[in-house]
């Protein structure tokens, strides 16, 4: 689904009736020790170093790697394009030097398996477009966890279809042409936790997704911070907004609860069209004493031939914060 031009379209209707709102009211195999993290009980495969039968290419170790083991890489700079089809353990030795480029071509790493471990990597340099992503997790790849990552200069950088109960955390996520992270067509139930995302045209956007965990990430330099379509029941809290150009966008998304979240230095805090949702004690720029009014659209039907009209509505922060919260990883 292209995400991009869907936001377009409704962040051009939403940001003109935005600005008449503002103009009449106030105002993101070499040996060596096995990381602790790991519990994988099959055998380990190593790509790159100078031990005796190791790998040059990571994916031919993946290849020849079986459901349980672990491929390990190390420090490197790997021009590939990576399939993970089975359910192993894929570590690098250090993110920051352990880099896999996708010179500028497409997509670098597809994952279509469950059960999929993945960390320490530096994933960079996919063509830039919506479908040009550093990391994505295919239809019905569920319980991943992908942690402790940089992507940076592609296209997307995580995105997520059809796939349920994933952990996506503590990874950063910057320089991203279009969305940081991405959840699209029906991924339900996963976690984006700790997460720095930043410098992307919109840092994290669920479209048709539900329950999800967004929590404890900072979102941050980015035209968008999150943008929902047609997302709904989603928890979103703990969040650290800033410098942004607007917060939050939601487009016929409902009942999504916002509550715990710093909006720090952000021009437009807040924006809806069609669909009520729960906000609680957010901080919203400065200390608030009184409700803090999220100001929306929703669209009433004037005749059967099937036109609506924009009429401004509200939601309220019934309880806004008075100081901003102490988010782990907040500068």
């Not at 709904?232 to 907004?241: C, D, E």
């Amino acid at each position: 689904m292209q995400t991009k031009s869907l936001l377009m379209e409704g962040f051009t209707l939403g940001i003109i009736f935005l600005f008449i709102v503002i103009s009449v009211a106030p105002s993101t195999a070499q040996k060596i020790e096995k990381p602790s993290f790991l519990t994988s009980r099959g055998h380990w495969l190593y790509v790159g170093g100078s031990g005796p039968g190791n790998y040059s290419k990571i994916q031919d170790a993946i290849d020849n790697a079986s459901d349980g083991d672990t491929v390990f890489v190390y420090i490197g700079t790997y021009h590939e394009y990576i399939v993970i089809d089975k359910s192993i353990h894929f570590v690098g030795e250090d993110r920051n030097t352990t880099i896999i480029d996708g010179y500028d071509r497409g997509g670098i790493i597809r994952i279509s398996a469950s059960q999929i471990q993945m960390s320490r990597f530096t994933v960079q340099h996919s063509e830039t477009g919506w479908n040009s992503t550093g990391i994505e997790i295919n239809a019905y790849s569920n319980f991943n966890n992908i942690s402790q990552n940089i992507i940076k200069e592609t296209g997307e950088g995580i995105r997520i279809y059809n796939s349920n109960h994933n952990l996506i955390s503590n990874n950063i996520v910057s320089s991203i042409s279009d969305v940081g992270i991405t959840l699209d067509d029906v991924s339900d139930n996963n976690s984006i936790i700790g997460n720095i995302v930043s410098i992307c045209n919109t840092g994290i956007a669920l479209t048709y997704s539900y329950n999800n965990l967004i929590r404890d990430n900072i979102i941050e330099h980015n035209n968008l911070g999150i943008f929902l379509q047609n997302a709904s029941y989603n928890n979103i809290s703990w969040n650290h907004f800033t410098k942004n150009f607007m917060g939050v966008f939601l487009v016929f998304s409902k009942s999504n609860r916002f509550s715990y979240n710093n909006f720090i230095f952000i021009n437009l805090t807040a924006f809806f069209e069609n669909g009520n949702n729960k906000w609680n004690s957010n901080y919203w720029n400065r200390p608030r004493f009184l409700p803090e009014p999220i100001v929306g659209l929703i669209a009433i039907p004037i005749s059967e031939n099937g036109i609506w009209i924009p009429i401004l509505w509200f939601n309220f922060d019934w309880h806004p914060a008075k100081q901003p919260y102490n988010i782990p990883g907040m500068k």
